[in-house]
């Protein structure tokens, strides 16, 4: 196995995003002028923080809820929300509080596809420095997803799916995705989604697993062991700064995956990390 080199990997080449023909003309004329804070359509930067603070909040949210965590007034956002309801980004529930809408799928979709897309020279690499099966993944929601793979060329390897859903706790990856997440917002997700066993050394518990998200703090990556599947054991490191919650992986068979192995293959990992992070941010820069 070789150790990790500093050879640069080519950034993704820059896309263009086309305009929607979907322009809200009312409120881009007023913000143009006002402006935001960063020189963009102001009413364009509060709805987008809108959807998030909901996705934040696990999907769904009252006006009331919004407006204390936005620190807008209720007819801002009033008259925001309405907007995301006719495109479809938002949906009104029968008890009117808003949920997240099902057009934001097809955006989601297809920026995972995009995202991997890109990740997939960085995982190339790992899989050539460390002879193990690498992913990156993203929390969706209160779920991990795995939007891009790059196999191991061993007869024995790990057949994680591109798009397979897992839950965070028994998984590298989705300790390294929490990692810095407040305990409290933790303990909600685990309260949402429970702990289930996918074998006997999964972690169960609500204060075992925010432990293990210490020694993930501490150690500088995360470790699945066992914890998913048996006999397999995962090393995993967030990507610094991605736009979305972004993680990327080496799995393998635990007699592979030692803790001599580990030793090595970390650095890697970090590394990679660390250039995708900065190939990421030079693509937003360009756009």
Excluded at 25 to 45: C, F, I, R
Excluded at 191 to 207: L, S, V, Y
Excluded at 264 to 282: D, F, G, K, T
């Amino acid at each position: 196995m070789r150790t990790a080199r500093s050879r640069p990997l080519r950034p993704p080449e820059r896309t263009h995003a086309v305009p929607s023909s979907r322009a809200s003309t009312t409120d881009a004329t007023k913000s143009a002028s006002a402006g935001g804070g960063s020189g963009g359509v102001q009413s364009l930067e509060r709805a987008f923080d809108l959807l998030e603070r909901m996705a934040d909040a696990g999907g769904e949210v009252g006006l009331s809820e919004l407006s204390v965590s936005s620190g807008l007034p209720l007819p801002t956002i009033h008259r925001l929300m309405r907007t995301l309801v006719s495109c479809g980004y938002v949906r009104q529930q029968t008890n009117r509080r808003y949920a997240l809408g099902p057009r934001l799928i097809r955006l989601g979709e297809s920026a995972s596809r995009l995202l991997g897309t890109w990740a997939r020279p960085y995982l190339a690499r790992l899989v050539e420095e460390t002879g193990e099966t690498a992913n990156m993944a993203l929390l969706d929601g209160d779920e991990v997803v795995y939007v891009a793979q790059v196999p191991s060329k061993h007869s024995m390897r790990m057949f994680t799916e591109v798009g397979r859903r897992v839950l965070p706790h028994s998984t590298g990856v989705g300790k390294a995705l929490l990692a810095r997440t407040p305990p409290e917002e933790v303990r909600a997700l685990l309260a949402r989604t429970g702990m289930p066993a996918a074998t006997e050394k999964t972690i169960t518990t609500p204060d075992a697993f925010l432990s293990a998200l210490e020694q993930v703090r501490a150690a500088g990556y995360a470790m699945d062991d066992n914890e998913q599947e048996i006999g397999v054991r995962c090393l995993a490191v967030p990507v610094p700064d991605s736009p979305t919650a972004a993680a990327i992986s080496i799995s393998g068979p635990s007699g592979r995956v030692t803790e001599e192995a580990t030793e090595r293959i970390v650095p890697v990992l970090q590394e990679v990390a660390r250039q995708l992070s900065q190939a990421l941010a030079n693509t937003a820069a360009q756009a």
